[in-house]
Structures are given as structure tokens and as C-alpha cells.
């Protein structure tokens, strides 16, 4: 009876470890991350910088890796049974190469590879710029002709079953020629049941521009964000290090309509590597509130 009643103990004893080990676990698996991060990596080995991902203790992904139907080399379905294999989920995709001709089969991959937003990240179709003397982004044409083709690819979207965002630079929160704000255009003139956004935390800043002014102004409307921090000199850098009130733009959550965060960081400086990077970001992100 005594070693019954040990062996109970014992058993007893090894559940709770269990328990709270899984507890734990879970407790510090949140956030998502932009694999744009880890571009490189992944160009060398996807699923071994997937893992590294998971470790490191995020739960969410947003691809930047597609290619002749391929995510990172691999097809929709694998790509997404790799995740899954991982308990990683797919969000967001981001497809700068979409355009009206290609955007049905692109979004049906999308939707094949588990994801939920289909993300334009800069104006598609050539309507995109960038010098390489002076590092600015810009565009060509019109952010008339930008909303036309938006409202086309939102409709897609829909039919496929995907919601479309747009992601935001520096420039679209500045005025253009015409005195027009590219951003606030898109806003105003795009039919939300098309359209919303994912706002780049870092490029708002850098813009000059509120963040927590555009909530307030277009509620609703920002359903993921990109978190990554600026330092002294206006560079990129790991979340919680830098000089960007996170705190601040978080109590404003549920104004900004926000359903997912993606932690970003396009460079690494100083010989941090960037799967190192996403280790800081991630207590970052914990010790700022983020869930």
C-alpha cells in the first residue's frame, strides 16, 4: 500500500511539472513575426529558420517569399503543413509582385497556404520607386491610379476568400505634388469592405506622422501592424530598445482596429545577426504588454 501510495505521489508530482511546463510554454508563445527578418536564412533553410522562429517564442507568421507559385520553394500546401508542423500559424502574406493579370493565381496560392491577409506592400505594377543615392521610396503615377488598382485586386481578395491590406512606407504620409497625402486618400476613397491597412510603426515615425492621430481619425481601419523600433540615429532595431512609445500606441488597440502585430526589422546593424534580433524583439514585445 505504502508504494501505492508513492508511486501515486510520484505520478501526482509529474502531472503538475507537466502542467506547468505546458503552461509556461504556452504562456510565452505570442506575437507574430515578418520572415522579411530572416529573408536570409530562409533563402539558405526555411525550415530550420521556422524553427528557430518558434523557438524564439512566436506564434504567428507573415510571409515575404513567394515565387512561381512557391513559398520559400515550397507549394502552398507544403509550405502550410510546415507551419502547422511547427505550430506556427500563417496570417499575412506579403506579394509586391502582384498584379492584375497574376492576382487570381496568387491569391488562390494565399488561400491555399492557410493565410488570411494578402498584403500589397508597396504600390504595385511599376508604380513603385526607390534611389538608391538618397534611399527614398516614392511612386510614379497617381495615387488616383494606386486607388483604382486597389479597389480591383480588394475585389479579388474578397471573391478568394482573403482580406486585402495595404502597407504603408514614409512616403504615403507625406504630400505629394498635388498636396495630396497618399495614405489619407486611400482612407477616404477605397471602400473599407475592400480595403484596410497594416500599419508600419517605424515608417509612420519616420514620416513625422501620430500613429494614435490616424486611429483616432480612420478608426478601425489599421487590422495588423508592424512593431519594430527606431534608434538614436534612425535606424531600425529591436523592439523595446529604441525610442518609439509602443506603450502608448498599444492603449489605443482597439480603436486602431487591430487583429494581429507582426514584430519587423528590415536591417541589422552593429553585427547583430537578425535571428538574434527576433530574440529581443520578443521580450520586447512581453515587456511592453504586447499579448
Not at 526607390?130 to 471573391?159: P, R, S, W, Y
Not at 540615429?233 to 509602443?246: C, L
Request: with cysteine.
Amino acid at each position: 500500500m505504502k508504494n501505492s501510495t508513492n508511486n501515486l505521489f510520484k505520478c501526482m508530482a509529474v502531472a503538475i511539472f507537466m502542467l506547468g511546463t505546458v503552461t509556461t510554454y504556452a504562456q510565452t508563445k505570442l506575437g507574430g513575426l515578418a520572415l522579411y527578418t530572416v529573408r536570409d536564412d530562409m533563402g539558405k533553410d526555411a525550415k530550420a529558420t521556422l524553427q528557430a522562429v518558434a523557438d524564439a517564442g512566436y506564434k504567428n507568421i507573415e510571409a515575404a517569399g513567394y515565387e512561381d507559385g512557391k513559398y520559400y520553394g515550397m507549394t502552398p500546401s507544403d509550405f502550410k503543413g510546415l507551419l502547422k508542423s511547427l505550430k506556427l500559424k500563417p496570417i499575412s502574406t506579403h506579394q509586391s509582385a502582384v498584379t492584375l493579370d497574376n492576382a487570381d493565381k496568387m491569391m488562390a496560392d494565399a488561400k491555399a497556404a492557410g493565410f488570411k491577409y494578402f498584403v500589397v506592400p508597396i504600390p504595385p505594377m511599376g508604380m513603385f520607386t526607390f534611389n538608391q543615392e538618397t534611399k527614398q521610396m516614392g511612386m510614379t503615377g497617381t495615387v488616383e491610379d494606386l486607388a483604382e488598382i486597389l479597389t480591383t485586386l480588394g475585389e479579388k481578395a474578397n471573391e478568394a476568400g482573403l482580406k486585402l491590406l495595404y502597407h504603408n512606407h514614409d512616403f504615403e504620409f507625406k504630400k505629394n505634388e498635388n498636396g495630396i497625402v497618399p495614405i489619407d486618400y486611400l482612407l477616404e476613397n477605397v471602400n473599407p469592405k475592400l480595403l484596410d491597412f497594416q500599419m508600419d510603426l517605424y515608417w509612420v515615425t519616420k514620416a513625422g506622422a501620430n500613429p494614435i492621430a490616424y486611429f483616432n481619425k480612420y478608426p478601425g481601419r489599421f487590422k495588423i501592424w508592424h512593431v519594430k523600433d527606431m534608434d538614436e540615429q534612425g535606424r531600425f532595431a529591436p523592439v523595446g530598445t529604441g525610442s518609439i512609445g509602443f506603450k502608448n500606441i498599444l492603449a489605443n488597440k482597439a480603436l486602431s482596429g487591430m487583429k494581429y502585430y507582426m514584430v519587423e526589422q528590415d536591417m541589422t546593424f552593429d553585427g547583430l545577426l537578425p535571428l538574434d534580433a527576433i530574440k529581443i524583439s520578443h521580450k520586447g514585445i512581453k515587456e511592453i504588454g504586447f499579448k
